[in-house]
């Protein structure tokens, strides 16, 4: 045997330990929801986001129900300057006045939703897992009402509403066909589900993909919620990553602004999601090759983990 052939079996061996080890976080997952939020940010290159569908399928087949919910600010927000509409956000939000909700709805549920689904399908042939794209329009899945914000005037101190235009909070997730999509015995279907809501009215609304993941995850009492995005997890005061942290403690750090941008509806979705009845929520970086792996098949995990205490 020379030195090549060596390393490689010497890797083999390796293999096998670090599958043995996973044993018992396999059975924890068995047969339970992890609702996974894969954040435009954390889209990056094509093989990253090929990489995030192979492991998704890996996990499919280990006998965890993966429900894919995605985002696209950066796409949508490419689209608009190339049609030269300006963009600008509130609290992580963007205001989508009619041209706005038009290029999102189609970056959202038609390139970058069928893209994810395309590549779960990809990733999973030999095994016939298939990822199916669906957007909260679809089989009435996601009714929303419009987002209300107000905003304290620094100055006079008075708080004023700001509009936000066509932006929804979901008030009701009809998950039927989710759950008879991941419940078939007969075929490994993994639904990919893009942010776009309707009101009561049938009005078509822009949601945050990180509150429709934690609505979604609360209606379907999902084991883990995993929010996927470019920071190794959520830094504290002092810049470095908080490893754990309850929900006061991250309404702490909304409080102070430590926690700001993009930052805060994650967090907001993440306590609004453990109340719900989600046993814990984790934010890590889905730029890492196998971030979801080793977040819930290893002892240490990775990012930071939001429980209720
Ligand atoms: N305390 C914090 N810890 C980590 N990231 C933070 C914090 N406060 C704000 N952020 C910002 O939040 C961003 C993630 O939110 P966002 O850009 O909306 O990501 P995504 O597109 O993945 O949803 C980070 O890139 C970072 O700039
Ligand atoms: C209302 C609102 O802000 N909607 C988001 C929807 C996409 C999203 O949430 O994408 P990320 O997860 O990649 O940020 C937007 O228009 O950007």
Redesign the pocket.
């Known amino acids: 045997m020379d030195e090549i052939e060596r390393q490689s079996e010497e890797r083999g061996w390796d293999t096998a330990k670090t599958l043995a080890e996973a044993l018992p976080y396999i059975q924890v997952y068995d047969r339970e929801t992890v609702v996974i939020k894969y ?4 889209m990056g290159e094509s093989a990253v986001a090929k990489q995030f569908a192979a492991d998704v399928v890996l996990l499919k087949l280990m006998g965890v129900n993966p429900v894919v919910v995605h ?1 696209g ?2 796409q949508i927000s490419a689209m608009l300057d190339k049609a030269g509409v300006k963009s600008s956000f509130v609290d ?1 939000l963007r205001v989508t006045d009619g041209d706005t909700m038009q290029v999102a709805e189609m970056v959202l549920s038609g390139a970058v939703n069928k893209e994810i689904a395309h590549w779960i399908t990809m990733a999973g042939k030999e095994a016939d897992v298939r990822g199916i794209g669906l957007s909260g329009k679809d089989a009435g899945l996601l009714t929303v009402e419009k987002t209300r914000r107000t905003k304290r005037d620094p100055d006079s101190m008075i708080e004023h509403e700001v509009d936000l235009g066509f932006v929804g909070e979901p008030t009701k997730v009809d998950a039927k066909l989710i759950r008879g999509l991941i419940a078939s015995e007969t075929d490994d279907w993994v639904p990919v589900i893009a942010p776009i809501g309707v009101t009561a009215e049938g009005q078509t609304f822009n949601v945050n ?2 509150t429709v993941a934690g609505a979604m995850a609360g209606e379907l009492r999902a084991k883990r919620m995993l929010l996927l ?3 190794p997890g ?2 504290g005061a002092d810049g470095e990553i908080i490893r754990q942290m309850t929900l006061e403690q991250a309404q702490l ?1 909304i409080d102070t602004g ?6 805060i509806p ?1 967090l907001e979705t993440a306590m609004a999601a453990v109340r719900a009845g989600v046993e814990a929520v984790v934010i890590l970086d889905g730029r890492r090759p196998h971030a979801m792996l080793v977040e819930l098949f290893t002892e240490h995990g990775a990012g930071t983990l939001v429980k209720a205490s």
């Open positions: 954040g435009g940010h954390a985002g600010g950066p992580g993909a990180d995005t470019d920071v959520v830094k750090l430590v926690a700001n941008g993009g930052m994650k």
